[in-house]
């Protein structure tokens, strides 16, 4: 059974541009959290998705949107990027919502 | 009240030694109490987890000790190995819910 994939692995953006990362859940999976880990924050929660619905947020500025498919894909967009959004940014999967959640290896995203 | 402390942030430990990290949250609603390993380059993986109806959980070399009353758990590796260095991270959510607040992280080495 396939893990949680996500692309790309690394991306390189420059300050005021925008970036869209992609996440596929586990098959089966309908509940995605994202998260960003750097660090001088660890692993902090952005937003749960479920239904294509976003069921809870983290406290991240609007800058930090997604959207979920109805093949429960999701994506995870940052506008007007800054310098201290590079980090590595996670997307979890679990069956239903709530645990366990199973994480993919991540987007490295490095802003110049 | 959100936050779940971990300690140590570094640990050495030689092969077959045991490996105890230590974790504390003060968020009464948090029901669900995972370990998540990462290793360099990697998602997090869950290693094991536990509910406060229990006070420990076994799995292999791995153990959750639990004490609802000190809001404290902790991660015992026994007879540890090489293989088992990496960056272990508690975390915990509420009652059915999918987000995760995770401690700030411990650099185990284990040397040979």
């Known amino acids: 059974k396939a893990g949680v994939t996500q692309t790309p692995r690394y991306l390189i953006k420059t300050r005021g541009q925008q970036v869209t990362l992609s996440c596929s859940p586990i098959s089966g999976h309908r509940s995605v959290s994202w998260y960003q880990q750097t660090p001088g924050q660890g692993l902090q929660f952005l937003f749960e998705?479920?239904?294509?619905?976003?069921?809870n947020k983290g406290n991240f500025p609007g800058r930090f949107s997604g959207r979920q498919f109805s093949n429960s894909r999701s994506e995870m967009n940052v506008s007007t990027l800054e310098l201290g959004d590079s980090a590595l940014y996670l997307c979890a999967s679990s069956w239903v919502g709530g645990q366990p959640q199973h994480f993919g290896d991540g987007t490295r995203l490095s802003i110049l | 009240q959100q936050q779940v402390k971990q300690s140590p942030q570094s640990l050495i430990v030689q092969k077959g030694g045991i490996s105890i990290i230590n974790c504390a949250y003060e968020n009464t609603a948090f029901d669900y109490f995972p370990w998540y390993q990462q290793f360099p380059g990697k998602g997090p993986a869950l290693l094991i987890a536990i509910r406060p109806d229990v006070s420990e959980k076994k799995e292999g070399r791995f153990t959750i000790s639990f004490n609802k009353s000190a809001k404290q758990f902790s991660l015992h590796i026994m007879d540890s190995q090489p293989g088992d260095s990496a960056t272990y991270f508690c975390?915990?959510?509420?009652?059915?819910?999918?987000?995760?607040?995770f401690g700030e992280g411990t650099q185990l080495t284990v040397n040979p």
């Open positions: 998705y479920f239904s294509e619905t976003q069921r």
């Open positions: 975390a915990a959510s509420p009652e059915g819910g999918s987000r995760l607040t």
